[in-house]
């Protein structure tokens, strides 16, 4: 079966656009063959700074010929009628159709079109220029009197196609007077001349001969293995980066790994912040000493060339520029524990927030409230933020066993390093590096946990705060988030969510299930200022949500979790603790029978109350006349108080099996009693007999709830 082999070859392509802009164009070549009646055997993409290419295997060298049925007009059918169905089908007669029976319908014509197939290189050519001049560039450019929009001046196109027995033909294409052909071209500086290709094989091997690694994977672990080779040659341990690993792979043709060293001096700034300045502004590589985890004052570079000179002028070309960038971070650095100049401006804010301006961070703190900085135009400034994250971080402390004091003292400042030199430079350091400065002041131990950890979690893949006084502070800056973007109708739409409020949410339901916190959170929601009943409840739903997202990875569905919040009565602990039960229960016989009686009983009641049948306000064990009513009345007294007790002690397992034991004499009463008595004092009592199950199994477990 013959190969594809598609080559595009432009200017550099940022490496952030490699991984996609390689996929888009494996799917936008196969999703054409294959709706052309092509079915390969395999498809790979590769991206280098400078190409994308493609190789697609076993691809058949022609579509097969398809047959389609037409349905014409009933036998019988005026002139005019078959007249065009003939036209529409490009028949010459209505000898050329089929007459097909049809019980209902009678007797009308069919016409069997047969659709040709294709040869393979036309249709290959099609798409090739289609996805060439519709390919999804995040951002894209044209050049001279062009229209062809891509990502940088596309040069040449490489369109190879045929059997490994035989040599492949160059398929034809042409895009903004790009003519395809068989000739790619080595790296820029190293190998730029012309090479002649056939298949990927050979494709892959000139390429790498002309000093260009086509796979993005091989580049990655070209460089990993000779910076830590360079590395462990020093007694050193690369501190690995595998974002920065991705990135720089697609910057290089030919990775060559080289290092370099800065002025020692430089270590007295936070790793993280080395790290942040190698990283950003040079793209390379940070090491460490494995006896102490410390920095080195040593960095690996990254070159796309192969030195005359060993690599001394890149070295100190990289070097020159990081021992800038080194210079002002570390002067950002010792800023940011002096002295504002504006001292003097910050009293009233720091009054008002309870703030120390003997110490740097809290001279900070004042300064967001003093500036005004806003939060958001309809919920305020970061002063008034901060200091309502503080009063809810004081209550939360003192219901989850966290010292209030701490908690308050951290959350007025744990903000406060969004106004540092640092944190100017790199946003991504905020919390650490605020955790560093309250350190340096003297802070409490928990305090400092509390502002490197209270934006935690951000992702799936985050731990939660430790630390109760972080946990504390965490929940309080979510909440706060939550409450006041629900308070002014700024909720998340399908898909958007500007101020990831889904995060958000979904980091309270995480932090409480791990620390198992057993937190009052719809009478938290309620305490907040200006947020409604109607909003509160809606905003617990949400919350509740993230929770049935969650569970739905342990395997519990989301009508489980519903059914199980009037046990959980809006407590996000509770209520997973309760979906866990039952979810064990419906797995059992006694669950699903359960689940059927109680079903059953839930539509009698249904269809009578429909109909208007008078129901019994209390149920009278004078009125039963067989054995099974008082059984069943007798159990379900029993088990609800089983089971309320059981949920009143948090212990779900004991209440569900409360509720299991319901299902034989349930069972026993719809086999022997007949509820639909001609007595109507004996079936209203009945009926209420059938209420008081469905309302006792229902304030434990709303079985209504659960699917199927």
Aim: charged share 25%; proline share 5%; with cysteine.
């Amino acid at each position: 079966m013959p190969d594809l082999l598609l080559e595009l070859f432009s200017e550099e392509i940022p490496a952030r656009m490699q991984p996609r802009a390689a996929e888009d164009l494996r799917k936008g070549i196969t999703d054409r063959l294959v709706e052309a009646g092509l079915a390969y055997e395999g498809a790979k993409a590769f991206a280098t700074p400078r190409r994308l290419a493609l190789h697609v295997a076993g691809v058949p060298p022609r579509s097969p010929d398809v047959i389609e049925e037409k349905k014409g007009p009933r036998v019988g059918a005026p002139d005019k009628a078959i007249e065009g169905f003939l036209r529409g089908a490009g028949l010459a007669s209505i000898d050329e159709t089929e007459q097909v029976s049809d019980p209902k319908k009678g007797d009308f014509y069919v016409a069997k079109i047969t659709k040709p197939g294709r040869d393979a290189e036309a249709v290959i050519a099609e798409a090739v220029k289609a996805v060439v001049e519709s390919f999804p560039w995040p951002k894209s450019m044209r050049w001279g009197a062009g229209s062809l929009r891509w990502v940088r001046p596309l040069h040449s196109i490489v369109c190879t196609f045929g059997p490994e027995t035989e040599d492949p033909v160059v398929i034809n294409v042409e895009v903004e007077g790009i003519a395809s052909g068989n000739t790619t071209y080595g790296h820029r500086f190293l190998a730029p001349d012309a090479i002649h290709v056939r298949r990927l094989d050979d494709y892959q091997t000139k390429l790498e001969a002309a000093k260009v690694v086509l796979d993005p994977e091989r580049r990655k672990a070209i460089i990993e293995t000779e910076a830590k080779n360079l590395a462990f040659a020093q007694g050193l341990e690369l501190v690995e980066d595998p974002g920065l690993l991705d990135e720089v792979a697609g910057l290089v043709e030919w990775p060559v790994v080289m290092m370099g060293s800065f002025d020692e001096a430089f270590l007295q700034i936070p790793d993280a912040v080395i790290r942040a300045t190698i990283r950003a502004n040079q793209k390379c590589f940070v090491l460490r000493d494995p006896a102490t985890g410390d920095l080195a004052n040593k960095f690996l570079l990254t070159s796309n060339i192969i030195p005359d000179d060993g690599g001394a002028a890149v070295v100190a070309g990289n070097e020159r520029v990081i021992r800038a960038r080194l210079s002002d971070a570390l002067y950002f650095w010792q800023t940011d524990q002096a002295d504002l100049p504006d001292l003097a401006e910050l009293k009233a804010s720091a009054n008002k927030l309870g703030l120390d301006l003997a110490k740097p961070l809290d001279q900070r703190a004042a300064r967001l409230d003093a500036l005004g900085v806003v939060f958001h135009a309809k919920l305020g400034t970061q002063g008034e933020r901060i200091a309502r994250i503080a009063a809810l971080a004081r209550t939360i402390a003192g219901e989850i066993g966290a010292d209030p004091d701490l908690a308050e003292r951290a959350a007025k400042i744990a903000k406060a390093d969004l106004q540092t030199e640092v944190v100017g430079e790199f946003p991504e350091l905020q919390g650490f590096i605020g955790a560093r400065y309250a350190a340096l002041q003297g802070e409490d131990a928990s305090v400092v946990a509390t502002i490197e950890d209270h934006y935690k979690p951000q992702g799936p893949s985050d731990s939660v705060p430790q630390d109760f006084v972080a946990v504390a502070v965490a929940l309080a800056d979510k909440l706060d988030t939550l409450t006041g973007f629900w308070a002014i109708d700024e909720k998340p739409t399908g898909s958007k969510d500007p101020y990831a409020l889904r995060r958000a949410a979904l980091g309270v339901v995480r932090i409480i299930r791990e620390h198992g916190l057993a937190l009052a959170l719809p009478q938290t929601l309620a305490s907040q200022n200006g947020i409604d009943a109607a909003q509160t409840d809606d905003l617990l739903s949400f919350v509740t949500d993230r929770l049935k997202v969650a569970l739905r990875d342990e395997g519990i569905g989301h009508d489980v979790v519903d059914a199980s919040a009037a046990a959980g009565q809006g407590d996000i602990l509770q209520t997973a603790k309760a979906a866990a039960a039952l979810s064990a229960l419906l797995k059992t016989d006694d669950g699903q029978n359960l689940k059927a009686g109680f079903d059953r009983a839930a539509n009698i009641l249904a269809a009578e109350e429909k109909k208007g049948t008078a129901v019994a306000s209390a149920v009278s064990a004078d009125l039963f006349d067989q054995a099974e009513e008082g059984a069943l009345h007798a159990a379900l007294n029993e088990a609800s108080a089983k089971a309320n007790a059981a949920v009143a002690a948090g212990d779900y397992e004991t209440a569900m099996q409360a509720l299991a034991t319901l299902r034989a004499p349930i069972d026993a009463f719809f086999e022997a009693v007949l509820v639909n008595a001609d007595d109507e004092a004996v079936r209203a009592n009945r009926l209420a007999l059938l209420e008081g199950v469905r309302a006792e199994i229902s304030a434990i477990a709303d079985l209504s709830k659960v699917e199927g």
